[in-house]
Structure formats: C-alpha cells, structure tokens
C-alpha cells in the first residue's frame, strides 16, 4: 500500500506541466508550435530561454520533491522514493489532465536521480553536457542519464523494487525519444548549438 500510495503522489505532481502553463498565459499552443512538446527543450525553442529555464526547474522540482516525500512519509519502505520518482516521470509524459499527453520525462527524470544520489547524478550530468556539446544533440545526453541509473542501482544491489521502477522509468523516457532518434539518424534533428541561436524560436 505505501508503494501505491508514494505510486500515487509522484503521478499527480508529475502532471503539472510548466510548459503548458506558461504558453496559456502566452496565449500560444505549445503543443502545435515548434516541437510539439510541452517540455523544456521545446518551450526554450518556441518562447526563449527564459520561460525555458522555469520549465526546467519545474520539472526537476517535481520530480525531487516526488522523491523526497516518499521517502518522508515511508522512511523504513527500500526504494520508494525511486517508486515515487519514477511514477512522477510516467505522469509527466502521460498526465491524465492533458488526456495522456505530456512532455518527455527527462527533468523529471533528473529530478528523481538528484534525489537517489546527487553527487553521482552531478557527476553523470557533466559527462552528458560534455557529450551533449561535443555531438550537438541533447537527444544523447538524455540517452546516457537515464541508462545510468538503472546501471548505478544495479552496482549498489538497491533492491529489485527501485531497480524495476528506475528501468520503467528509463524504458518510458527512451520510447518517447523514438523521433529524435530517426531525426538524428535523418540529420533533421534541431541540434544544440541552433538551440542556442534561437534560429528554430518561433516567438
């Protein structure tokens, strides 16, 4: 029941879409401009980096706070703030207030692996930026963070509950990046550097 429940919390708070309630006071449709996706990377693209950057914090927000609550309320239950994480990352991409259609997961994502071990998550993070700027794609970076958790827990024997939730987590966040990968593989992937020019912004 505590697992359900943390379950439970960390969906609902990975519901709230940042993205969403920024571009409705812009009074523009998210969800038709740019990439298509009530996340981060596309609200930087369509609105700037400012509205960007709350986003992100937004979302890296919900999923640490998922975590972290779970682990308040259930301290003595192994994983569970993982559980709560991971529900939060499935929220994010399917909420059932935007009739299961979200953003991506990947700062939510984050969220949960700042809460699991920040240290080592800062540390795979710079790796990902590294990487991100060398091959210009953030799709990469995003590949590489989310296979490492389920590898780190592995090594550290977490538990299976926290290692099952995690590869849930991962899997569902790699399967809503299929289209980067064939725009990638196309070369008509938005890369980093024209991010950063805003040659793609719409507004």
């Not at 780190?152 to 990968?181: D, K």
Request: net charge positive.
């Amino acid at each position: 029941m505590a697992y359900l429940l943390a379950a439970l919390i960390g969906y609902l708070l990975g519901c709230s879409n940042m993205a969403i309630y920024i571009s409705r006071y812009k009074k523009v449709d998210i969800r038709a401009l740019g990439g298509k996706n009530p996340g981060t990377a596309n609200t930087v693209l369509v609105l700037g980096w400012i509205p960007g950057v709350i986003v992100g914090l937004h979302d890296i927000g919900k999923g640490i706070l998922a975590s972290l609550i779970a682990k308040l309320l259930f301290p003595q239950y192994a994983g569970i703030s993982v559980v709560a994480g991971a529900a939060c990352v499935i929220g994010h991409i399917y909420p059932v207030f935007m009739k299961f259609k979200g953003g991506k997961g990947f700062a939510a994502y984050i969220g949960m692996w700042l809460t699991t071990d920040w240290r080592f998550a800062l540390a795979v993070l710079a790796v990902v930026v590294l990487v991100t700027v060398i091959f210009n794609y953030l799709t990469i970076g995003t590949t590489i963070t989310v296979l490492a958790l389920p590898v780190y827990l592995s090594i550290l024997f977490a538990g299976w509950i926290a290692l099952v939730a995690a590869s849930v987590a991962t899997l569902t966040v790699l399967w809503n990046h299929r289209e980067n990968y064939a725009k990638i593989r196309k070369g008509t992937e938005i890369g980093l550097r024209s991010a950063i020019n805003k040659e793609h912004r719409v507004m």
